[in-house]
């Protein structure tokens, strides 16, 4: 069975630490590996990650994948209280040419403290 | 561009009866997603279309529910009758091959099955 798996579930710093979310994944057909941001509302596009050890930057965020051992993670250095959300993992599967056919992980759930 | 539009943002209904939410995806988009997110289970896949065809309705629980896209800028979940194990957020998501990210996520609706 296809599935993403992320850790921690649930992580609660102080503002000015820098932290490092998990995403393992197995499966069959893949694609490409995506980071989204979800606050209150829709999930929101971070990063996605076709091929292994190229780093993604977007300001003081960036993350990388493991194609070999089906890893990913996402940094986050000197967090800010915005940064709170959850932070969800999915895999895109190659799977007839679609566009969006994505397995989602639970989410890390972020909490930045003052 | 106004992004995925989906309504009601919450509805509130007893067991037993029928709940339609609705879907505008991003025009130009020619692939429309209907995810539902719960805390138990995350964000699942419930069906996809490409170019207003249903390509995969695996994820639909069972035959309670129903989607529909009649037309490029217009789609439709049903749920007929309702049950409480239902409540939880629908997500309406569009993409495109020639689009930067996979999946846009409009803001979802709360359902709440009383």
């Known amino acids: 069975e296809d599935k993403v798996v992320q850790s921690p579930l649930s992580l609660v710093v102080h503002e000015g630490d820098t932290v490092t979310l998990n995403c393992s994944y197995e499966v069959t057909n893949f694609r490409s590996l995506l980071w989204y941001k979800q606050e209150k509302k829709a999930p929101t596009f971070l990063f996605m990650l076709t091929s292994s050890g190229i780093e993604k930057k977007s300001g003081r965020l960036s993350s990388i994948l493991d194609k070999k051992e089906l890893f990913s993670i996402l940094n986050i250095t000197a967090t800010q209280t915005g940064d709170s959300a959850v932070y969800l993992c999915a895999v895109e599967m190659n799977y007839g040419g679609s566009q969006g056919n994505l397995i989602f992980g639970k989410g890390t759930k972020l909490s930045v403290k003052p | 561009d106004a992004g995925v539009i989906q309504s009601p943002r919450h509805e509130v209904t007893e067991m037993g009866q029928e709940v339609t939410l609705r879907c505008k995806p991003i025009?130009?988009?020619?692939?429309l997603f209907w995810y539902r997110q719960t805390m138990m289970r995350g964000l699942e896949l419930l069906i996809y279309?490409?170019?207003?065809?249903?390509?995969?309705d695996s994820g639909m629980p069972e035959d309670r529910f129903s989607a529909k896209m009649p037309n490029a800028s217009f789609s439709t979940l049903k749920i007929q009758p309702s049950e409480p194990r239902d409540s939880a957020v629908y997500f309406c998501a569009s993409s495109s091959v020639w689009s930067d990210s996979p999946l846009h996520f409009g803001n979802g609706t709360r359902l709440t099955v009383t």
């Open positions: 279309f490409n170019n207003n065809v249903p390509i995969d």
């Open positions: 025009s130009g988009h020619d692939y």
